[in-house]
């Protein structure tokens, strides 16, 4: 939650900043804020609530005479609504001392209370300000930026990031990080900072991550890294695989728009590199040995809502080719009971962000009981693959849209991949099998562009039933978490009761929500997967057609048994089973988003939700 941005250099720092913010914006969006050294020497501030557009309009309205050091922030509400006062930055040492914050302070109460009785006065509700004056505080007593962060976040609990500038340090920001992201982008003559590398990628693809408990310093000519404790560490640079631009709408109405059409590309990129001569192999996954692989009894895999969904498709892959039980848990629930982990336990980790703090608690969790752990993720940098024993990267490019679209196709090729290899490995899968496998997955990019090309039919269906106020999705074999995806899809950008089941639950309850006119989608299993389970859905699909639902299919090419009985067929190409989530998913994103359109929402941004969720 929470977008951070910093910048020292010879540039207007309210163009860096503003320029960051502007694409970090996914990460909170309830008030925006800057500091910003003046020509005169004075740390100025502007801050208000609303969406970035507002503060941009205010410092239109009335602009700064800006020089070269600045941060700015973009929140997700946790301690204060939304209000002017607590957007960010907060203030200290009497206005001289500018800080913004990315995380909780669980031990804020108990701090502020000191504060008070010390003598300070609060012009806020957040945990944010507590810092901002105890910074202020110790920089009277050190007369040093980084000792007085420093000293300060001996004293915090939870998770952070900071920035801080204060004005009798005119060309130096100062950040903190445990728990919380912090990316340092490396230029020629200035240098950045942000939550991701999205901020500052439209100027540098060379960046360093912070680590864990780290205090990064920076000018525009030095980057100094040290621990809590004051010891210098070495940090070692990475370059930067997203383009400058790919952070960009690039003409599209929206990001997600734009995210749905990249998805033909983004899973051929995750692809690249890893299919060789019908065979995979995750170079990432040399460094853990054949040997642990092959040792593995049980994969759990760990994620949080549209990444949890991308492993439960993949768990019937991966069961199905490795022949080890593969169970799949949201990450919040696996972290807070006591699950049965063991060196012979692989635990997968799948996170777009690589930030979901639930999804990092649990990796940690796992890690700690002897678990080898790996990271399916999207963002070069991020905290979770850091913390990993190995990575593999979706190669997605940055995912802007806080709904997750490209993010989840990669997700199950990524996980895909990883089933191929250790099938390779475990010896689980014939040559030829895993020939024939490659082969559909190198298919898939084709495939996905057919479906994507198709997206005016999905539009025209969202226009019909734009006023519609319950919707059902029904899936059975991959087909349920697609289900399950189409519903979340449709909750959060169209704010529409939607549920998701899977088909064989119908006669379990949830039938009694059929009523004449209620739009089922329903995602029917391909007839040369089994036969079986295609026909128990096109019974299903009769029972609720019979009750007066209005069926929408979601079919393969060919398959004429659903069509006396669907309102709507959208047709997908024929692909082997295990493939076709990647193409039925998509016309479900495209419905969610179109409908949020037609009733005038904003579908890259969606109320009350933030992209990456860094607080638990
Ligand atoms: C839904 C969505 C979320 C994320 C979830 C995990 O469209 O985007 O459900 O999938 O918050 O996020 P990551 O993958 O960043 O861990």
């Given amino acids: ?18 320029g960051g913010l502007r694409r970090l914006e996914y990460r909170g969006y309830d008030s925006a804020g800057v500091a910003v050294m003046c020509g005169d020497g004075v740390l100025r501030t502007s801050k208000k609530a609303g969406k970035l557009g507002v503060l941009e309009a205010e410092l239109a309205a009335h602009p700064l005479s800006v020089g070269g050091t600045g941060i700015g922030h973009t929140r997700w509400a946790t301690h204060g609504g939304p209000t002017d006062a607590n957007a960010h930055p907060h203030l200290g040492d009497q206005g001289r001392l500018a800080l913004i914050h990315n995380g909780i302070i669980e031990n804020f109460a108990e701090l502020r209370a000191e504060l008070v009785a010390a003598g300070d006065t609060f012009t806020s509700e957040t945990d944010t300000e507590v810092a901002a004056l105890m910074v202020g505080r110790l920089y009277h007593e050190t007369g040093d930026l980084r000792e007085a962060l420093r000293r300060c976040v001996a004293r915090f609990e939870g998770a ?13 920001v100062v950040g903190a990080r445990r728990n919380s992201p912090l990316v340092v982008g490396l230029g020629d003559g200035e240098n950045f900072l942000g939550s991701d590398v999205a901020a500052f990628v439209e100027y540098t693809q060379r960046a360093i991550a912070l680590g864990q408990d780290q205090i990064v310093d920076i000018t525009a000519t030095s980057v100094t890294v040290s621990d809590f404790d004051g010891r210098e560490v070495v940090a070692e640079p990475f370059r930067v695989a997203w383009e400058a631009g790919a952070a960009d709408k690039g003409g599209w109405s929206s990001f997600m728009r734009k995210e749905v059409s990249e998805q033909p590309v983004a899973v051929a990129n995750t692809l690249l590199g890893r299919v060789n001569d019908g065979d995979v192999a995750i170079p990432e996954l040399t460094a853990l040995g054949d040997d642990l692989l092959r040792g593995i009894h049980r994969i759990v895999i760990i994620a949080c809502g549209t990444a949890a969904y991308a492993g439960m498709v993949a768990k019937y892959a991966l069961e199905s080719w490795v022949r080890v039980p593969v169970e799949v848990e949201l990450s919040h629930e696996f972290r807070y009971r006591s699950p049965v982990i063991n060196a012979d336990t692989l635990v997968v980790s799948v996170s777009q962000s690589g930030e979901t703090m639930d999804t990092l608690m649990a990796v940690k969790h796992a890690r700690a009981q002897g678990a080898t752990t790996i990271s399916v993720c999207n963002t070069q940098g991020a905290t979770i693959p850091r913390e990993s024993d190995a990575a593999i990267y979706t190669h997605a490019g940055p995912e802007v849209a806080v ?17 191929l290899h250790l099938a390779r490995v475990r010896g689980t899968l014939s040559s030829s099998e895993r020939e024939h496998l490659t082969v559909e997955l190198l298919a898939v990019p084709d495939k996905i562009a057919v479906v994507t090309s198709e997206a005016e039919r999905v539009a025209q269906l969202a226009r019909w039933m734009a006023d519609t106020r319950s919707v059902l999705f029904l899936g059975r074999h991959v087909g349920y978490p697609i289900a399950l995806e189409g519903a979340l899809k449709l909750k959060e950008l169209a704010y529409i009761h939607a549920e998701g089941f899977a088909a064989g639950e119908l006669k379990h309850g949830p039938i009694a929500l059929i009523e004449p006119g209620l739009p089922v989608f329903v995602v029917v299993p391909s007839p040369r997967g089994s036969s079986v389970l295609h026909s128990k859905v096109v019974s299903n699909i009769q029972e609720i057609r019979a009750r007066g639902a209005r069926v929408i299919a979601i079919a393969e090419a060919g398959d004429a ?16 089973p295990l493939c076709e989530p990647f193409m039925q998913v998509v016309p479900l994103q495209i419905f969610a988003l179109e409908l949020a359109h037609a009733k005038g929402l904003d579908v ?11 607080v638990e």
Avoid: W
């Fill in 160 to 172: 952070y990031t900071f920035l801080a500038v204060h004005e009798a340090e005119p060309g130096r």
């Fill in 403 to 419: 709904a997750s679209t490209k993010g989840f196709v990669t997700q199950i090729a990524a996980l895909y991949l990883l089933g």
């Fill in 1 to 18: 939650m929470c977008g951070i941005v910093g910048y020292v250099g010879h540039r207007s720092s309210i163009d860096v900043v503003l």
């Fill in 604 to 614: 890259d941004q969606p109320r009350n939700l933030a992209k990456s969720v860094t």
């Fill in 561 to 576: 048994a659903v069509l006396p009985y669907a309102d709507e067929v959208l047709r997908i190409p024929l692909a082997d």
